[in-house]
């Protein structure tokens, strides 16, 4: 599998670029054939955890909001083998949390400590310049040109923090396609005015 951490976390508050970092880091395996698997914990969690198996073909593992499964200890468990999985060579694993891994209301403390045996990154909240690239990033992840003036435009009109903006991005993106025009201002207007979230 080559050098590096087998086991990375993420943790930070909401909006400051978790979910952003997950996906460009797909995006990456995409481009240099590595096979990655990428779920949201938040949606797992209404599932069988004895069912969640499709994994273990993958060489990446990466799992959004992997606290909102602390307190199911299906799941508890579940991702304490999947770490041990991880540490065993068949996998590397990549998670993001919104609480610092002390910090997870977790039942199974066993689970807790092991989300603590890889390189743990903090992740500040994003100021206003960092939301800006982060836009015109995920953009091009999408396919598409975000215009400055666009930019300015949401970071004006809109909630400034990431998610909501990125939750406008995909509006604008389903929006250009359907009417299959690039985005300008005007296009913004027509898209959050018909749907405004």
């Known amino acids: 599998m080559g050098d590096g951490e087998i086991?990375?976390?993420?943790?930070?508050?909401?909006?400051?670029?978790?979910?952003h970092l997950l996906n460009a880091s797909a995006d990456f395996?995409?481009?240099?054939?590595?096979?990655?698997?990428?779920?949201?914990?938040?949606q797992l969690r209404h599932c069988e955890a004895s069912g969640f198996e499709g994994y273990a073909d993958c060489e990446v593992l990466a799992i959004d909001n992997l606290d909102a499964i602390a307190g199911y200890p299906e799941w508890e468990a579940f991702f304490y083998q999947?770490?041990?999985?991880?540490?065993?060579?068949?996998?590397?694993?990549?998670?993001?949390?919104?609480?610092?891994?002390?910090?997870?209301?977790?039942r199974l403390n066993d689970?807790?400590?092991?989300?603590?045996?890889?390189?743990?990154l903090q992740l500040p909240s994003s100021n206003d310049a960092e939301v800006r690239?982060?836009?015109?990033?995920?953009?091009?992840?999408l396919g598409?040109?975000?215009?400055?003036?666009v930019i300015s435009y949401l970071m004006r009109h809109y909630a400034r923090d990431l998610s909501a903006q990125m939750a406008i991005l995909r509006?604008?993106?389903?929006?250009?396609?359907?009417?299959?025009?690039?985005?300008?201002?005007?296009?913004v207007k027509t898209a959050l005015t018909e749907n405004p979230g």
């Open 29 to 42: 395996a995409r481009k240099n054939a590595t096979v990655m698997q990428i779920y949201d914990a938040a």
């Open 144 to 149: 598409f040109e975000l215009p400055d003036d």
């Open 111 to 120: 689970f807790r400590s092991r989300l603590q045996w890889g390189l743990m």
């Open 171 to 187: 509006r604008l993106d389903e929006t250009s396609l359907l009417h299959q025009r690039k985005i300008t201002i005007p296009l």
């Open 82 to 106: 999947v770490v041990n999985r991880c540490r065993a060579g068949d996998f590397r694993f990549l998670f993001a949390l919104t609480h610092k891994p002390d910090d997870v209301p977790a």
């Open 7 to 19: 086991q990375i976390g993420l943790w930070g508050a909401a909006a400051s670029g978790k979910t």
């Open 133 to 141: 690239e982060i836009l015109r990033r995920r953009a091009g992840l």
